[in-house]
């Protein structure tokens, strides 16, 4: 059975528990707030819904993502911020004895981590560490990735905080961790062994964990929501995960692509902004000359050419990923190119 997009009959902050909210693109654009976000944000924490952030950043400080957010208006404890640092640290410590030496590429935040998990930092490839992480930050050098890569050769295990090949910035799409793990690979043929980030669902899979206090159990997971703005990594590893996910259209994502998203990157539901959580969610359905309809729009795919009644509204967007990914399923192909999309 195809997957499509589905529907609420109540806001979605009251229909989930714990929010797994992306930050880049979501939240913020670098230094820069999206906007609506920390409004939606209040609100939904208003009508008791759990906010936890979740970011394939390794280099930031919780505390200091924390602040930033704060900044905005959110009220955020560190706790709260969930950071693939967090998440490769605690990955690691599940495969090597403790006070093991670890070579540690990436900004302090990283280090600190794996010392809370009762590892032993180490530099150098001399050093004989069993286990390696390699992270991102800025200032990283050929040095540094140097020695990732003797290690590695030498037999430790090689884990990753994220594989993402890009990250935005406030100037523009800049070089990503998962482009400086691609050189290592190419330089040592080993893949590694685990990633914290998304696409892979351990970071929500922890984030479910490290948001139970005082030994409460975890939120079940069907009571979670994956929300980002990337399909290859915040709704794929809700796909992997089996979380119920939103993407929004504030960052990377855009229309076309989703309406060209192979069935492992599509989301349960789309909204322009954050907005989107503090509302239902309206169910397309099809209908029977096998057109699709979205609360107040429609969209059809006649002789393999996709037509909507409205490219302003976010509703024809809705039924047109239904409309198109129906057909794409049944391996035929739709020409989406004469609808021209204008979400605001």
Excluded at 159 to 177: H, K, M, S, W, Y
Excluded at 227 to 254: H, K, P
Excluded at 259 to 264: K, N
């Amino acid at each position: 059975m195809s997957k499509l997009l589905g529907g609420t009959k109540r806001p979605l902050d009251e229909t989930y528990r714990l929010a797994l909210l992306d930050l880049d693109g979501v939240v913020y654009r670098g230094k820069l707030p999206v906007d609506h976000a920390a409004d939606s944000i209040r609100q939904a924490q208003a009508v008791g819904m759990t906010i936890e952030y979740t970011t394939n950043n390794s280099s930031r400080f919780q505390r200091i993502v924390a602040e930033q957010l704060r900044g905005f208006g959110l009220d955020v404890e560190p706790w709260q911020v969930i950071t693939s640092s967090v998440v490769a640290a605690r990955m690691v410590a599940k495969h090597v004895p403790q006070d093991s030496p670890v070579l540690v590429l990436g900004a302090e935040h990283l280090a600190e981590e794996v010392t809370n998990q009762g590892l032993c930092v180490v530099r150098q490839a001399q050093d004989h560490p069993v286990a390696v992480i390699q992270g991102w930050y800025p200032q990283m050098s050929w040095q540094e990735m140097a020695q990732v890569a003797y290690a590695v050769e030498r037999g430790a295990q090689y884990f990753v905080t994220n594989r993402d090949l890009t990250i935005p910035r406030e100037l523009g799409i800049a070089p990503g961790c998962g482009s400086m793990i691609q050189a290592v690979i190419n330089a040592t043929g080993v893949e590694p062994v685990g990633s914290a980030g998304k696409p892979e669902s351990a970071m929500y899979d922890e984030a479910r964990i490290l948001a139970a206090h005082d030994g409460a159990t975890p939120v079940a997971r069907e009571q979670c929501l994956a929300i980002g703005d990337r399909l290859d990594t915040d709704i794929e590893a809700g796909n992997r995960g089996d979380y119920d996910s939103l993407a929004v259209l504030t960052g990377v994502t855009d229309p076309q692509q989703l309406l060209h998203a192979p069935e492992h990157l599509r989301p349960t539901y789309v909204s322009e902004d954050l907005r989107g959580l503090l509302t239902a969610m309206p169910q397309p359905t099809r209908l029977p000359d096998g057109s699709w309809r979205c609360a107040d729009a429609q969209a059809n795919v006649e002789r393999g050419r996709l037509t909507v009644s409205d490219p302003t509204s976010i509703n024809a967007l809705r039924a047109a990923l239904c409309a198109t990914w129906e057909r794409a399923d049944a391996g035929e192909d739709t020409d989406t190119t004469a609808v021209g999309f204008a979400i605001a």
